[in-house]
């Protein structure tokens, strides 16, 4: 419940109790608890609202009032249940991985531990699968977050978990101790690809007719930007 919430159910339930309506403070703590809202619905609601205005806007251009106002909640109750605006991002952030790795599980490929070119594989079929997935607002948080960069960006835990399984494979194909910046060219170089994708993803069904986003287009594109990633990856070890 938010704060200016729970204070009016309060004031209201003691005139209730002078007035000979209810008897006990114990009734009044009862009755002030069956009238207030679910303080996890406020929470919900205010996440679903800062996503979609997050997505639609960006960091900055999204206002606190139009989130709370989307959410029908009070203009205090970011601040009750998140501490601040920038931490009600971060939360979006989570919640929206959350719900895209939910609905796109992965399941372990044994063969990653052992083989880099499988690790590599299964990192962009992973960036592929959440950034063109077309029911998720992620793609456009991060979108938003590639051109005008947040706050929250350096510490963005969903982006940096991915990449940081695509360096491991990247540093593995480039052989015993690579230069960092170029293990670090190399993942951008990858990321890149599938991120061109998400940027695209409305444009290529126009210029491409043929072109579907379903599962077997996501296996191909997966399959490509590995064996071309693998192919590059195979020189620059060959000629260090």
Same mark, same amino acid.
């Given at each position: 419940?938010?704060?200016?919430?729970?204070?009016?159910?309060?004031?209201?339930?003691?005139?209730?109790?002078?007035?000979?309506?209810?008897?006990?403070?114990?009734?009044?703590?009862?009755?002030?608890?069956?009238?207030?809202?679910?303080?996890?619905?406020?929470?919900?609601?205010?996440?679903?609202?800062?996503?979609?205005?997050?997505?639609?806007?960006?960091?900055?251009?999204?206002?606190?009032?139009?989130?709370?106002?989307?959410?029908?909640?009070?203009?205090?109750?970011?601040?009750?249940?998140?501490?601040?605006?920038?931490?009600?991002?971060?939360?979006?952030?989570?919640?929206?991985?959350?719900? +895209?790795? *939910?609905?796109?599980?992965?399941? $372990?490929?044994?063969?990653?531990? !052992? %083989?880099?070119? #499988? &690790?590599? =594989? @299964?990192?962009?079929?992973?960036?592929?699968?959440?950034?063109?997935?077309?029911?998720?607002?992620?793609?456009?948080?991060?979108?938003?977050?590639?051109?005008?960069? +947040?706050? *929250?960006?350096?510490?963005?835990? $969903?982006?940096?978990?991915?990449? !940081? %399984?695509?360096? #491991? &494979?990247? =540093? @593995?194909?480039?052989?015993?101790?690579?230069?960092?910046?170029?293990?670090?060219?190399?993942?951008?170089?990858?990321?890149?690809?599938?991120?061109?994708?998400?940027?695209?993803?409305?444009?290529?069904?126009?210029?491409?007719?043929?072109?579907?986003?379903?599962?077997?287009?996501? &296996?191909?594109?997966?399959?490509?930007?590995?064996?071309?990633?693998?192919?590059?990856?195979?020189?620059?070890?060959?000629?260090?």
């Amino acid at each position: 419940m938010d704060p200016g919430g729970a204070t009016k159910m309060y004031y209201a339930c003691l005139l209730q109790a002078y007035d000979g309506r209810i008897a006990s403070l114990e009734s009044i703590i009862d009755h002030a608890m069956d009238a207030a809202p679910d303080e996890q619905d406020v929470r919900r609601r205010l996440l679903d609202a800062a996503s979609e205005e997050f997505a639609a806007r960006g960091y900055e251009a999204a206002t606190v009032r139009d989130i709370v106002a989307r959410a029908r909640a009070n203009l205090n109750s970011i601040n009750y249940h998140f501490g601040s605006k920038q931490e009600l991002y971060a939360a979006v952030l989570r919640h929206q991985f959350a719900l +895209s790795e *939910a609905a796109h599980p992965q399941r $372990p490929d044994p063969r990653e531990e !052992s %083989a880099p070119e #499988a &690790a590599l =594989r @299964a990192a962009v079929r992973r960036l592929v699968t959440f950034l063109l997935d077309p029911h998720s607002l992620l793609p456009r948080l991060y979108a938003m977050e590639l051109v005008n960069p +947040s706050p *929250a960006f350096a510490t963005m835990g $969903p982006g940096a978990t991915q990449q !940081s %399984a695509l360096t #491991a &494979a990247v =540093r @593995a194909l480039l052989g015993a101790q690579p230069d960092p910046a170029l293990v670090a060219r190399c993942v951008r170089s990858i990321y890149s690809q599938c991120a061109y994708f998400m940027f695209v993803r409305k444009v290529l069904p126009i210029v491409d007719p043929q072109f579907r986003y379903d599962d077997a287009a996501l &296996a191909e594109l997966t399959d490509h930007i590995t064996e071309f990633a693998l192919g590059g990856l195979k020189r620059l070890r060959r000629d260090r």
